[in-house]
Structures are given as C-alpha cells and as structure tokens.
C-alpha cells in the first residue's frame, strides 16, 4: 500500500499513505498501512511526501494522518485530491503543502528533490532523496512515455545530471514483460478508430486516475461527433479538481447523464467508472439496469480501456456475461491490445532508465514477488547490486556494507470498519490473541478448472502449537478444488470454516486466524 519510511540521524519522512481495497473481505472495505510498529519504535514521521495521486499512494492519508499531523508535501493535482478527502472526513487542509515538479525541499536532515517522470496520472515525480553523503532514489510509478498526453516526456538530461545514486528503490511492476510499453498516444488514436466504427450509443470504461486516458476518450468523442457524460463519483471528482488545475482545457463540454435520453443514439458517449467488475460501481449498475436515467440496449458498445487486476478475472467476466445478455457489444484489450496501455516500464525501459541514472544498488518494491525477482535478476544483469526483495514490515539499512536486514516487523491487516481502523481477524475485526495469532496468506490464480494455489503458504504465527505446513497446505488445495466462489470474498467465505475445523483438528489450542488471499495473473500459472 506503498508507505516508505527513511530515517537518517533519528529523524524520519514518510513517503505516501496509500490504501488497497479487499477484495476478499464482504463489503470490499479499504485496508490501510498498520502503524502499530511504529508507535513501537517511536516513530513520527517529521513530514508526508507524496509523489502522485493515485488512490494507492494517496489513499490511506486521511485516515492516517491524524495520528502524526506533520505537514504533507505534494504536487499540485494530488495536493487537490488529498483536499477533497480531508474535507470529506471533516479535516483541516493546513498542513497540505504544493510542491511543484522540479522544486527541492528540506526536512530535518533530508535534502529531497521532486524530479518529474511519466505516469498515468499527470505531476508523477521521483524523489532524489540527500540523506548525509547518500543519494536515494525513489521512483514512484512511472513508465519512459514519448507522447503523454498530458505533460511533457521524460528529460533523460534530468536523471544523467544525478548519476550515480547509491540506490533505486524501484517500480517493479512490469519488469517480466520484455520491450517498451505502449505509449498514451497510440492509445488514444486506437480509441479513436474503435469508437468512430461503432454504431448506438458508446460507454467507456477506465479508472478515473488515469487522465491521459479520460482526456483520449473525451478527444476521440469530440472528433466522432459525440457528447460525453460521465458516471462515477470518482470520475467525476478527479475530472473537475484536474480541470481546475488547468488541466483537459480541450475536454468537450459535459452533458448531464439525466439528459443522454434526448440525445440521437449515435451521438452519446459515456466514461464510466468499474473497469474490474465493481458491484456498486456504474458499469456494473447499467449493466444490470440499475440505473436511473440511462439504460443499455442492443446495438449499443462497451470498450474497457483497463487491464484486468490480478483478483477481479471472475467479477469482470461476470460483468461482462451482463453485458452481453442485453446485447451490448464489448471490446476490451484481450482481441484489441492497443486499447490500453500500462503506466509501468517493461525491461527495456528499465535498462534506459538505469543506463541514465548508474544505480549502484536496487530495492525492488512493487508488485508481487515474481515480479520484484524478475527486476532483480534485470539489475544484476547490468551489474547493480540487488541482494533484497522486501516484504512488508521490514526494517533495511544502508550502510558502506550495502543494504542489510535488520529487523522484521509483523503487520497486522487493518480494514476502515465504521468509519474507524479496525485490526481484521478471522472472518470479522475483532482480536482476541489469548491462544497466539495465525497470519496466513495464499495465492492463487483463475484457471479453467477452477481456482489453484501458487507457490508456498506464506506462514506467519505466534502460538506453541506445532503446524505440519504441509498437510495444511494439502487441505487447502482439497478445498480450492471443490470452491466455486466467483469472487476473493466469496472463496475465502468458502475456505474459512474447512480451515479452522482443521486447525482445531490439529492443534491443541485454535489461535485467531488472519486469512488473506492473493490473486496472480493466470499467465504465472503457465509459466509456472
């Protein structure tokens, strides 16, 4: 949920606060960093900084905030964001400062420069953090985009004139995938040549974060001959604070949905929100005509311009079956790739990018495992130390020895539950640890057959009792084969009861059990 903490000479920074919705959880409620390490240690942060404002880097901050009331530090776009959901919470904004790209600051004893780059979102920046005689960089989210729609491409000048850092604390999302990634540009005229060729009424589905997307859509509507309404509170939020900043100046003219029925089928666009088969999202309440004041019909067009997440294959496919039964004819980025492009960089990119900046080592962090080993094996082909991928709650120090393990810290998953921070155990979020806690994290993957486990159990457990990891592993994969859940939630609502009838089978004393679910991409399944 990407919140880094930097520490030199007994002063702190945090680096974003962001949050991940679960998924596996009833209700899909927001889980947030735990800070209870760091009430532990005695940390507080002396300030917030933000490199962009993306819900998974921002999202969290209103929550956690409070517990430290140190100024935040952001760009103008996210500081806008991060306003809004303070407000919504009843907070103050003083402590929110505007950072513009390019600006240096201090902090204690910290030097830290914004350095912009290219992101789905606009105002995305690395941070070159000075700390005594050691140059870190910390990358965010980025991707080596030659035409962004918004903004400019990256200044390779920018990030030789920094070279050599002692470290890349780097996105590692994308590094499996060989090549470039595609640029916004050759998305939006794809866009273009989709929705020119379809006849009715035309909706758009992508997340709202993403603007280059959203001011594509808007253009090629506008060059279609067609009038865009939007749908979602998300998108309709992230669109007006954009178009405050001076943001999609050329985005045409909003028609207010209650007012598409008037409109020639022919002439209507929508961009809406629920890519990944949200339920309460709109894409999902038109598709099962839960709408108030617009409806899909035949002959009408539904174009996701966003990849799947990892978790969300099944709800997305069901969305989709909705869809289809009312006729709609669907286009997406599996038979037409050029419909979406990421916001992460693929391997070549990488190797431009650290051919720039001559990292002397790497931290690979985002992503999951597989993907982090795979940046790290890209690192130490061009002969960067790259001796750790971190887990969350890892304590890591750099020194003239390099980078070193510390300390491991537990986290215990925290969900927001009645507008409060609520520790989730078991099946509800309440904690009762008399006979010691049992954190267990198991991922898995969609395939023809049903849901698979992939890789190990990853055990983390605090009672006296022996666990046979294997048997238990066993059972598991017993209960994968005969689950039917179409959702995270619903498999683990599946799995919770075998699992702790076979814990009480098994162990003298049954501890409160943490159960998280990770989904993979099927394509790891494969190449496992």
Known sequence: MNLTLYEHRDHWIAVDCGMMIRQDLPGGPLQVPDLSPLDTLGIAPEALVITHGHEDHIGA???????WGCPIHATPLAA???????AERGLRADAIHVIEPGEAIEIGHFTLRYLPLTHSIPESCALLIQAGERRILHTGDWKLDPAPLLGAPIDADTYRAIAPVDLVVGDSTCAPEPGHSRSESEVAEALEEAIASLPGRVVVSCFASNLDRVLAIGRAADRCGRRVSLMGRSMERMVRIAQGLG???????????????????????????????????????LAAGRHPHFELAQGDSVIFSARAIPGNERLIERLKHALRLAGVTLLDDTHQPALHASGHPYQDELRTFYDWISPRRLLPVHGEARHQHAHQAL???????????????????????????????????RIIDQDRIAPVAGAGGETNARHGQLFLAMSVAVTEEGWTRIGRLMLDDSHASPLDETALADRLDECLCDARGDSLAELRET?????????????????????????????????K
Not at 61 to 67: D, N, R, V
Not at 80 to 86: M, P, V, W
């Open 80 to 86: 806008g964001l991060l306003r809004s959901k303070f």
């Open 379 to 413: 690192a130490r082909e061009m002969s960067i130390e790259a001796s750790l991928t971190p887990r969350n709650g890892d304590l890591i120090r750099l020194d003239d020895q390099g980078l070193q393990l510390e300390r491991h810290h537990r986290l215990t998953p």
């Open 247 to 285: 943001y999609l100046e050329d985005f045409p003219a909003l028609v207010p949905v209650q007012d598409l029925g008037y409109l020639p089928a022919e002439e209507v666009l929508v961009i809406a929100t629920g890519s990944q088969g949200e339920p309460r999202a709109a894409l999902s309440r």
């Open 495 to 527: 799995l919770y009861p075998d699992l702790m009838a076979w814990l009480s089978d098994h162990l003298h004393r049954v501890p409160d059990v943490h159960l998280q679910l990770f989904a993979v991409e099927t394509r790891a399944t494969v190449v």
């Open 61 to 67: 901050a209103a929550w956690l905030w409070p517990q």
